[in-house]
């Protein structure tokens, strides 16, 4: 197990293939599954990143383009930067940039993909009763997205439908997803806690556009349909 940020020099991930990537309010964390050079012998190795006490990190990926170039390996290159604590994935696809204060690279799956909620409607061809939660002062927990299935999980604490008091766990898993983008000041919205740390949500469903205002950040998922639950 690695644990400086500067080890992350000694890995090659040129060529290497993104899995999940579980962003945690909560824990302060952000983890990237990667699987190194397909071409090499180490290709059934998983490696798992995770930055731990993070700032701020910004996600953006292009789902599709990130698939078609699967084949060869969609990791660019990787920038850091160790005295600022920051690294830099570039993709076939997007950006994932993360600044934290500690950071473990191990071979063990340490990244998880989120255990959302069974048992939730599905929303068919469309987001729109997604209108139907009250996400005024709700609480980010954490965010899922794995390009490989399509998918995007997003947990968070809401009102629940049509406001309805307490607030309640709840899950949404997107399908079909084509994008994410997710920019997050995680010392800011984890100190929010209980006050809320989103603002409103905003739905357009003929595009499949779902905006996530956030009191320090902001998340854009474009899918084609969604499940929700609530526990």
């Known amino acids: 197990m690695l644990s400086s940020l500067s080890q992350l020099r000694t890995v090659e991930l040129h060529d290497a293939i993104v899995g999940d990537v579980v962003l945690s309010v909560v824990d302060r964390t952000c983890g990237v599954s990667v699987k190194p050079d397909a071409s090499k012998e180490q290709s059934e190795v998983h490696l798992s990143c995770v930055f731990q006490e993070v700032g701020a990190c910004l996600v953006r ?7 078609e170039e699967s084949w060869a390996g969609n990791v660019q290159n990787c920038r850091l930067d160790v005295d600022a604590g920051v690294a830099r994935l570039y ?4 950006l994932i940039e993360c600044s934290s204060r500690s950071f473990l690279l191990d071979e ?5 993909p ?7 409607a599905a929303l068919a061809d469309s987001l729109s009763e997604l209108v139907e939660l009250n996400f005024d002062e709700s609480q980010l927990l954490s965010m899922t997205m794995s390009p490989s299935t399509s998918s995007c999980g997003i947990v968070a604490l809401v009102k629940g439908v049509r406001g309805a008091m307490p607030m309640v766990k709840t899950s949404i898993n997107f399908h079909d997803v084509s ?7 995680m010392n800011s919205l984890c100190s929010q806690g209980e006050l809320g740390n989103v603002q409103s949500c905003q739905v357009d469903s003929e595009r499949g556009i779902v905006r996530l205002y956030l009191r320090d950040g902001f998340i854009e998922v474009v899918a084609k349909s969604a499940t929700l639950a609530q526990s």
């Open 61 to 67: 990926l292009d789902f599709r383009a990130l698939a």
């Open 91 to 94: 993709l076939a696809g997007g």
């Open 108 to 112: 063990k799956r340490l990244v998880e």
């Open 114 to 120: 989120l255990d959302l909620a069974e048992g939730g």
């Open 179 to 185: 994008s994410c983008l997710a920019t997050l000041d």
